[in-house]
């Protein structure tokens, strides 16, 4: 039984190749129909309603969980394509490996019929016809295109599978699922040919990358931004699991933000670490005058309102409690 994975993003800064696989083993599916109808421009529609998507699990990994995703549709009953949809098709499909992939695309055929009507049902299903062709279609590109580590190679594979979007969907379909991604595929591929190339000093790489970020009209960075964090969290929490060291965090920092907003973060990190420092040793304070013997409980509470007092600012000291009661929710004590 083949296996649906999905796309993901491309690497982080400290990993040499970047995948993008999707393999996806669909079985013999009926013609995909085109879209009979199209969603007007945002520009001229009045808003769109959402439509809720209930927790509907096909698998045991899912149960509990809400279906990722959401279907809109306008004012006049047209589907309004989004990325929200992709996520919805996509919520399904991860459970191939517990179900079978026909039993996948039939739970979300059945939840479309569910929550949608003509037209946007006929537009819905269409579009996930579309959709499956297109997974179908990954698996024979992987065949062409195996994963590898150099550039050049990565580029024609990315050109490839942008291509292949391109065939299979309109181009408002195109926008929707994939807009973000591809916008972030392109700049790590750029990012990467910085990174290893070993023409440029190192110490210019991280204001080159930037450079590359901020050439980018407006619209691009608004839609890179997410990616980039996201892979800038993941793989920070990755290095510090792993115990990196400092300078192994700043430098992957340095690869996806730049110098600024390396700055930044690491002016947050050191008014994060003093604040925690100042709680430790309030704390620790705190516990010497609990501990006290022979102190009455209105002079051991005056005592640690006045050592409050003196150690953290009045806002502070709203977010000094809160900590302190969720730390030691047994602990009587209010400040």
């Known amino acids: 039984m083949r296996v649906l994975v999905y796309t993901p993003f491309f690497a982080a800064a400290l990993l040499v190749a970047w995948y993008l696989y999707e393999p996806l083993n669909p079985p ?102 579309d959709y499956i062709e297109y997974k179908t279609a990954l698996v024979e590109l992987e065949q062409a295109f195996p994963v590898v580590a150099d550039i050049q190679s990565l580029r024609s594979r990315n050109d490839a599978v942008q291509r292949l979007r391109a065939s299979l969907f309109s181009a408002e379909a195109h926008q929707a699922f994939f ?57 920070t929490q990755a290095l510090q699991a792993a115990g990196a060291h400092a300078g192994e965090i700043r430098e992957l920092r340095m690869s996806l933000v730049g110098p600024e907003a390396t700055g930044r973060l690491e002016s947050l990190d050191a008014q994060r670490q003093r604040w925690q420092q100042r709680v430790a040793d309030f704390t620790s304070e705190r516990q010497a005058i609990l501990d006290q013997p022979g102190l009455a409980e209105m002079d051991r509470r005056r005592a640690i309102e006045e050592l409050a007092t003196q150690r953290f600012a009045p806002n502070e000291r709203l977010r000094l409690t809160a900590l302190l009661e969720q730390s030691t929710a047994e602990e009587p004590d209010r400040l």
Do not use: C, W
Not at 84 to 94: G, V
């Open 179 to 235: 807009a973000a991604q591809e916008v972030f595929d392109n700049f790590t591929l750029e990012r990467l040919a910085i990174l290893h190339d070993e023409n440029i000093p190192g110490a210019d790489k991280a204001a080159m990358i930037e450079d590359l970020r901020e050439a980018m009209p407006e619209e691009m960075q608004d839609l890179l931004v997410p990616q980039i964090h996201q892979v800038l969290t993941e793989q």
């Open 28 to 129: 013999g599916r009926e013609p995909a129909q085109p879209l009979t109808s199209q969603a007007a421009p945002a520009v001229s529609q009045p808003p769109v309603r959402s439509l809720p998507a209930p927790p509907a699990p096909l698998a045991a990994s899912q149960r509990g969980t809400e279906v990722d995703g959401s279907l809109e549709v306008d004012p006049s009953g047209n589907l309004v394509i989004t990325e929200q949809l992709r996520h919805l098709f996509d919520y399904f499909y991860t459970t191939v490996g517990e179900v079978s992939f026909e039993e996948a695309s039939d739970a979300i055929r059945l939840h479309l019929r569910a929550h949608l009507q003509q037209p946007a049902l006929g537009q819905a299903l269409d579009l996930l016809e």
